[in-house]
T-cell receptor, first 113, second 112 residues
Framework: NAGVTQTPKFQVLKTGQSMTLQCAQD?????MSWYRQDPGMGLRLIHY???????DQGEVPNGYNVSRSTTEDFPLRLLSAAPSQTSVYFC????????????FGSGTRLTVV | SQQGEEDPQALSIQEGENATMNCSYK?????LQWYRQNSGRGLVHLIL?????REKHSGRLRVTLDTSKKSSSLLITASRAADTASYFC????????????FGKGTMLLVSP
């Protein structure tokens, strides 16, 4: 099994551009989440989903959109990139209830200039 | 806002020594989890302790949880250079859906 796959690994955007960060998991996990990691800040939750068709906001949702049309995929869209969105983005998935822990992707390092 | 706060922020030890990291949190939890992150990589789940458990072991890892003090500790025994990484505690709340709230992490350096 591949686990959680994130693409791309690196991306440079200009201010105002839009893009989609891809996340796919092959473990049939119901729960999927997007986090951003900034130096000295730990990980902060952006959006999460508890199943296909169900999404909700986390701690820092502004400037990001998500959708969950299938169990496997949970893309994160940056609508109009800003330098404040320069960060490392992690996607994670878990079984319902999360008691087995979360499986994380390897991350996307995004720079907005 | 951050739920967990790890202490210390950084820890430097020699191979063979034990490493202890602490985590404090603010609200009631369903469980507390510890993750490891090697430089430039994703997080790896290490161990989960439920709110009704006080201690849990996994290999060289020992986790304790004190819900009355809202604190947890992670002990790594007989540390190896390969244990060099950042360690994060994360809490899962007991209301609503399952999401994790992370602390800022402890950076562990194990020197040969």
């Amino acid at each position: 099994n591949a686990g959680v796959t994130q693409t791309p690994k690196f991306q440079v955007l200009k201010t105002g551009q839009s893009m989609t960060l891809q996340c796919a998991q092959d473990m049939n996990h119901e729960y999927m989440s997007w986090y951003r990691q900034d130096p000295g800040m730990g990980l902060r939750l952006i959006h999460y989903s508890v199943g296909a068709g169900i999404t909700d906001q986390g701690e820092v949702p502004n400037g990001y959109n998500v959708s969950r049309s299938t169990t496997e995929d949970f893309p994160l869209r940056l609508l109009s990139a800003a330098p404040s969105q320069t960060s490392v983005y992690f996607c994670a998935s878990s079984r319902q209830g999360g008691m087995g822990g979360y499986t994380f992707g390897s991350g996307t390092r995004l720079t907005v200039v | 806002s951050q739920q967990g706060e790890e202490d210390p922020q950084a820890l430097s030890i020699q191979e063979g020594e034990n490493a202890t990291m602490n985590c404090s949190y603010k609200t009631s939890i369903n469980n507390l989890q510890w993750y490891r992150q090697n430089s430039g990589r994703g997080l790896v789940h290490l161990i989960l302790i439920r709110s009704n458990e006080r201690e849990k072991h996994s290999g060289r890892l020992r986790v304790t949880l004190d819900t009355s003090k809202k604190s947890s500790s992670l002990l790594i025994t007989a540390s190896r250079a390969a244990d060099t990484a950042s360690y994060f505690c994360a809490t899962e709340g007991n209301s609503g859906y399952s999401t994790l709230t992370f602390g800022k992490g402890t950076m562990l350096l194990v020197s040969p």
